[in-house]
Each structure stands twice: as structure tokens, then as C-alpha cells.
């Protein structure tokens, strides 16, 4: 079956400094992967997109980068952090070909920026 | 700009109760439109699919409406439980990008 794994879970980080958050699927190849970052209460907002190594879509100009250094590997980024930055940061993948409209979701980061 | 736009921002409904959540899109080359369930602190997990092709789809307690020609669509929830009351998103998909609604909070009181 595949799952998915985001980490980490929590962080509190100050204003400038750097962020990674890092996220994996197992049990299939080949996967969409979605950076989300949803505020408190509030919808959700696609950051990046990628649809093979190599190749990711940026939907929001920010400070905000993004990597795939695997297959199933996705990694969201950041140079110098700002307070409008904190939120839960969720990480999904949907297969590939597949049109439904279902993706999987991480469990989330919950990231607080002070 | 394609948008789904989503109602109401939020629901409250006596147990037993049926919850509605409607949504409309602008967009007419959708593939499918998903509803997402979302419970506090955890990620979002689809709740049900419709294909523009169908008017309903139920499954168990869940039914979701289909209005091609009014590009509407709608999420009933029947028996509402406590155990249901969670933020509901309402997106349309097309190839492997989704537009979602804002998402609607459901509390059913006991």
C-alpha cells in the first residue's frame, strides 16, 4: 500500500532563518506532488507542483522554494523565513495519469514563525 | 481566474440532521469534482468523487449532487453525526490540478 510521510511535524522558527520541510511516498512510482500551506481556519493554498524529477510548477511568488531530489521525494524550502510564512504546511500526491481529482494527503507541518 | 466558490463558510446542525454544502464552478472542462474531509490538525482525505456526467452519487450517508447545466454542485450529509463535524472542501479537478473552495466548517451538536 502506499503511504506517505511528511516531518517534521512541528517547528518554531525565527524570523530570517532557514527552513526544510521534507516529504516521502512509498508504495508507488511516479507520483504528482503538491506543496499546500493552509492558514489557520482557512483554505488551501497550492504552493508547487511537480509532475516528474526535474519538473516543478511554482503556483505563488514567495520566498518559498521547492526540490525534488527523488522520485518520491519532495522538499519545500526557504532561504530566510518571514512571519507571514507560518502555517500547516501539508504535502500530497496523486497518481500519475490518474484524473480523479484524489490526492493523498501527509499528516502536515505546523510551522510557527516568530 | 478559474474558481470554485463554496457555501456556506460555516454549518451548524442538531444530530440526525441532514448538513448541506453547496458549491459552483466556472469552468466548464472539469474532469471530476471531489469532496475532501478535513479534521483538525490532520491533512485533508477525499470523502467522495462525481464525474460531470452523473447527476448523484451516494455513498453510505453521503450523497453529492450534480448540476451541469446550473454548474453547481452540492454535498448532503444524511444522519448528521458528531463524529462527522470536520471542514469540508469542495474542488474540481482537471488533469492532476485541483481548484478548491474555501472549505466550509461543520459542527453537528449533539
Known amino acids: 500500500s502506499q503511504t506517505i510521510h511528511q516531518w517534521p511535524a512541528t517547528l518554531v522558527q525565527p524570523v530570517g532563518s532557514p527552513l526544510s520541510l521534507e516529504c516521502t511516498v512509498e508504495g508507488t512510482s511516479n507520483p504528482n506532488l503538491y506543496w499546500y500551506r493552509q492558514a489557520a481556519g482557512r483554505g488551501l493554498q497550492l504552493l508547487f507542483y511537480s509532475v516528474g524529477i526535474g519538473q516543478i510548477s511554482s503556483e505563488v511568488p514567495q520566498n518559498l522554494s521547492a526540490s525534488r531530489p527523488q522520485d518520491r521525494q519532495f522538499i519545500l524550502s526557504s532561504k530566510k523565513l518571514l512571519l507571514s510564512d507560518s502555517g500547516f504546511y501539508l504535502c500530497a500526491w496523486s497518481r500519475i495519469g490518474q484524473n480523479t481529482g484524489e490526492l493523498f494527503f501527509g499528516e502536515g507541518s505546523r510551522l510557527t514563525v516568530l | 481566474q478559474q474558481q470554485v466558490k463554496q457555501s456556506p463558510q460555516s454549518l451548524i446542525v442538531q444530530k440526525g440532521g441532514i448538513s448541506i454544502i453547496n458549491c459552483a464552478y466556472e469552468n466548464t472542462a472539469f474532469d471530476y469534482f471531489p469532496w475532501y474531509q478535513q479534521f483538525p490538525g490532520k491533512g485533508p482525505a477525499l470523502l467522495i468523487a462525481i464525474r460531470p456526467d452523473v447527476s448523484e452519487k451516494k455513498e453510505g450517508r453521503f450523497t453529492i449532487s450534480f448540476n451541469k447545466s446550473a454548474k453547481q454542485f452540492s454535498l448532503h450529509i444524511m444522519d448528521s453525526q458528531p463524529g462527522d463535524s470536520a471542514t469540508y472542501f469542495c474542488?474540481?479537478?482537471?488533469?492532476?490540478?485541483?481548484?478548491w473552495g474555501a472549505g466550509t466548517k461543520l459542527i453537528i451538536k449533539p
Open positions: 474542488a474540481a479537478s482537471k488533469n492532476y490540478q485541483l481548484i
